[in-house]
């Protein structure tokens, strides 16, 4: 196989892989070391993270462009203020001065999620600590959906967006961890940078139809995924063509035909991000080979009502 890291994403008869979003969003603050080692000792196997770079080229774990008041602090506990600081605006030494530790219940972002833990003095981690957690022995079989968020304000600005990718694929090279990741993003000329740079990791081609609403509270990458005018039947193939190994739809938009279409074309398919028990039981008996969720722990309760696991017997 030329990706052998694929094996670890793909489901099989009695398993469904298991994906934590941000780590697992819906129980410790996203995207933060706190979350990811959280998730790690429940078990899970993959991790789903979003990434950017900082103004002095550290390659930092979030998913908004701007730090966001619903979900960031200042230096003194207070929520953000006034304008929301860009992330590529900042160097790596003035984003640790702020708080990512909780969310505003009083904001439509931090109303989603009313069961997440409220921690302090928890700060945006680089790229480089949750690589280098993933090092230890226990984390040996741990692999990455890695996210790299597109910046629609750099569309036109081929250097920079180019410079996005060397910089993250640095990372993931320097700590040897290729083998274990995979490239991910909603933006498919992104991606296609992906691929001629760092051709010894596949490409995992996000997907989500305009007809379905952006998600409250945090950026939407709507604007750069090309797939207005198309039906979900359309998109297998339109990554097919895009030489991806991985179609990562909307769990709204997959439909039981599109699967069988993918699958014919050898994608592996994973559905983000599915949190409700309903919505988890209905990508089980589609039979996709990744579910991503903000809650690992209801898709592993709910994989195992029906007999079922996120991981073969051979790694259990």
Known sequence: MRYPQIRAFTGEPGVIRLAGHRGARGVLPENTMEGFEFTLNTGVKLLELDVTATRDGVVVITHNH???????RDAEGNWLQGEEPKVAALTYAE????????LDSSSAYGQRFPDQAFLSGVRIPRLADLL???????????????????????????AARQRLVETVVADVRN?????????HSFDWDLLADCQRIAPEMPASFLTQLPENDADVGEDSSKEVNPVAGCSVLDLPARVATAKGQFWCPYYLDIT???????RDLGLTTMVWTVNEPEDIDRM?????DVICSDYPGRVQRLLLKQ???WLPAAER
């Open 66 to 72: 701007r730090l966001t008041r619903s979900m960031v």
């Open 95 to 102: 984003l640790q001065q702020y708080d990512a530790g909780g």
């Open 132 to 158: 280098a957690l993933l090092q230890r022995p226990q984390h040996q079989d741990v692999h990455l959906f890695l996210e790299i968020k597109s910046d629609p304000d750099l569309l036109a600005d081929t």
């Open 175 to 183: 700590a040897e961890m290729q083998p274990r990741t995979v490239l």
């Open 256 to 262: 039981a035909d599109a699967l069988v279409l993918a």
């Open 284 to 288: 089980i008996t589609l039979g996709v």
């Open 307 to 309: 007999g079922m696991h």
